[in-house]
């Protein structure tokens, strides 16, 4: 396409994707322009930069992201309580509750206490006589706010600093990111000369590692976003598909209840052990992946293979954009199946019999990439699957059963009526799936959570 005299390139071929990620990795970048249009945000971070100083950020990082770390689980159940509090509040009622909104709210605070150890407990209610709720609040309102500013940028091009001709929109959300983290960040960089104090956060182990504050500052903020709302997208997408396919639901629950029954917190070795699952994780990343788009710019002119295209290889100029969409490539039909639009978790899952033909993610890895792949493939992808493991334990453990609320929907999250009339998927789906920098459901994601009657077997029934 060229849209403003601007050349860009959309692909949902594995074979382009895995030339851009991994095979020619050198000649593709995030580029100038990608930067200029977040670094008012994440600054010069490890998703906006390029070369050695995206080298520096990653090598800073990648130690703080060791298993160990990651599978400490105690502030992964003091907020996973918070959240069946909730539950089991407005399940007692009869009422409907806004998942999303609920799990934005657990994986901003899980997120904050792992990076700085100082949490922004939004779960907790605004009249816990704390008097920091609305600042909190404001946070997490910031932090969208700003999200939304740099999505704007992208979808408009090369051309976004016209429409702030008269001021950087993302200045006002920044100083209330920043009168939060600034004060945290202030503290912990005089106190880094204390040895005797472990590194129990990333802020701890940053500044022991790194003597300038904006580079700290940008390192945080970008695993603050990473942490925070794609993990946020994947659980709100997992209990979509547990009340949109309730035999998926019943099949999650007999694991769980048989693996660690209705009251015992879950173990990294409990995780690892439930290989359903992990299967669903996965099936839900195929068909609902957080980040459903991603861009490149190129270095060097070449020649990307196509072999899908049925053209030959497609030639490619340099300095152009090329966009990748998992969400549409993890769910062809010529590279998944005739079942691709399916939600079929058993499709990850070692069934004797099962044709090797029939997991096509075996032959290719490059046809599933919710955490990207190459040399960037994300470093909390262990991290999303423990915090995301764990919750869905919990809750699984204490209801037996999610339902959609159609009648507390607003208007804005329900499907088009046109989807209805699709042939394929959108016609089973019952919320309005849309893209900022994550996938999310417009208008939130209501239902209903039935709680479970204390007495079941490890064989529950609905």
């Not at 800073?60 to 298993?67: C, D, G, N, S």
């Not at 503290?187 to 940053?206: G, I, P, Q, S, W």
């Not at 052990?273 to 957080?290: C, D, G, H, Q």
């Amino acid at each position: 396409m060229n849209i403003l005299w601007a050349h860009q390139i959309v692909t949902v071929d594995p074979e382009n994707i895995k030339e851009i990620l991994a095979t020619r990795f050198q000649d593709f970048e995030k580029g100038e322009k990608f930067h200029d249009m977040f670094e008012s945000f994440l600054g010069t971070g490890i998703f906006t930069s390029d070369g050695e100083t995206w080298k520096f950020h990653r090598s800073m990082a990648r130690p703080f992201f060791v298993r160990e770390r990651v599978s400490d689980f105690d502030y992964f159940e003091r907020h996973s309580a918070k959240v069946i509090s909730i539950m089991e509040h407005m399940s007692a009622r009869s009422e409907a509750c806004d998942f999303q909104d609920l799990f934005q709210k657990f994986t901003l605070d899980t997120t904050t206490e792992f990076l700085f150890g100082s949490c922004t407990n939004t779960l907790d209610a605004p009249d816990n006589g704390k008097g920091d709720h609305n600042r909190y609040a404001d946070f997490a309102r910031a932090f969208d706010r700003l999200q939304d500013i740099v999505v704007t940028r992208v979808r408009i091009g090369s051309t976004w600093p016209l429409f702030e001709l008269f001021g950087d929109k993302s200045k006002g959300p920044m100083r209330i990111i920043n009168a939060f983290i600034d004060p945290i960040l202030k503290h912990a960089m005089r106190d880094r000369k204390n040895l005797l104090r472990e590194d129990v956060t990333f802020l701890d182990y940053l500044v022991r590692t790194v003597d300038d504050e904006k580079t700290i500052r940008d390192a945080l903020c970008a695993k603050l976003l990473a942490g925070r709302d794609t993990t946020a997208s994947l659980l709100t997408f997992s209990t979509y598909a547990l009340a949109l396919h309730p035999e998926a639901m019943l099949e999650l629950r007999k694991e769980v209840l048989r693996t660690v029954g209705q009251m015992r917190a879950p173990t990294p070795a409990d995780i690892r052990s439930m290989k359903y699952l992990r299967a669903f994780i996965n099936e839900v990343l195929r068909l609902f992946p957080s980040l459903p788009v991603n861009i490149r710019r190129s270095v060097v002119s070449s020649a990307l293979p196509s072999p899908l295209s049925k053209m030959g290889p497609l030639y490619m100029q340099d300095h152009v954009s090329i966009t990748y969409s998992l969400f549409l490539m993890q769910r062809r039909a010529d590279v998944w199946g005739g079942d691709a639009e399916m939600f079929k978790p058993e499709r990850w899952l070692d069934i004797p019999g099962q044709a090797l033909q029939t997991k096509p993610q075996v032959a290719n890895p490059f046809i599933f990439l919710p955490f990207n792949g190459g040399p960037r493939m994300c470093l909390g992808q262990g991290f999303a699957y423990q915090e995301c493991s764990y919750l869905l334990i919990r809750l699984l453990q204490r209801f037996r059963a999610f339902d959609f609320a159609p009648d507390a929907q607003p208007l804005v999250s329900l499907p088009p009526k046109e989807w209805a009339q699709i042939k394929g998927r959108a016609s089973i789906e019952r919320c309005r799936i849309k893209s900022s920098l994550v996938l999310y459901a417009e208008g939130g994601m209501w239902l209903r959570a039935r709680a479970a009657d204390g007495s079941e077997s490890a064989c529950p029934e609905q």
